[in-house]
């Protein structure tokens, strides 16, 4: 069993940054993806980045160059740097675990950009 908790989330202006935290509690072992998702009013939820176990990362086009994927698997966490933030990145940004027979999903947390 694991257990999402998501943090970092908030406003801010176009240009800014922010940081995403998304620690992963209980069971956690063996080789694993963990990544964010994202999903915007009136629009389905997509892929931001992932990054697995061994640090090998994927990330969504509109993101590459602003956005960077980390992980701490001594604490089981993994970060998101948003920096030169857009108004159109504005969502809801969920954390997703996927391990073994595993998928787990984060209830949210809300970034929104100002422009």
């Known amino acids: 069993q694991v257990q999402l908790v998501e943090s970092g989330g908030g406003l801010v202006q176009a240009g800014g940054s922010l940081r995403l935290a998304c620690r992963a509690s209980?069971?956690?072992?063996?080789?694993?993806?963990m990544g964010w998702y994202r999903q915007a009013p009136g629009k389905q939820r997509e892929l931001v980045a992932d990054?697995?176990?061994?640090?090998?990362?994927n990330y969504a086009v509109s993101v590459k160059g602003r956005f960077t994927i980390t992980r701490d698997n001594a604490k089981n966490t993994v970060f998101l740097q948003m920096n030169s933030l857009k108004p159109e990145d504005t969502a809801v940004y969920y954390c997703?675990?996927?391990?073994?027979?595993?998928?787990?999903w984060g209830q949210g947390t809300q970034v929104t950009v100002s422009s």
């Open positions: 209980g069971t956690v072992f063996g080789m694993d993806v």
């Open positions: 997703r675990y996927r391990g073994g027979v595993n998928d787990y």
């Open positions: 990054i697995t176990s061994g640090g090998t990362t």
